[in-house]
């Protein structure tokens, strides 16, 4: 009977303490606590390294793309032939080394 009227007594303390914990687990824990504040970061420092890698990939393929379409870099072109299609010129000896 006691222990029923100190706790009407006490209202305003327990009501304290329990939004004091809540607030606490929910500021740690939660969907947009601490926790998640880290991984969330995590995915984002890995979505702006996989920007920087397709961001300079194709950098490159338009440099390839202007170096075959503008002004034609025979240079470039001659490399490609030997690249892909494995041609030489009439006097060339072609050696494949594995």
Do not use: A, H, P
């Amino acid at each position: 009977m006691r222990l029923i009227e100190s706790l009407k007594n006490k209202k305003f303390i327990l009501f304290n303490i329990f939004l004091t914990l809540y607030i606490g687990i929910n500021l740690i824990g939660g969907e947009r606590g601490l926790i998640s504040f880290y991984e969330k970061q995590k995915i984002y420092d890995n979505l702006v390294l996989s920007e920087k890698k397709l961001s300079l990939e194709i950098f490159e393929l338009e440099k390839k793309n202007n170096m075959l379409s503008t002004n034609v870099n025979e240079d470039f072109l001659d490399m490609i032939y030997r690249e892909k299609l494995k041609l030489g010129k009439n006097d060339e000896i072609i050696i494949k080394i594995k």
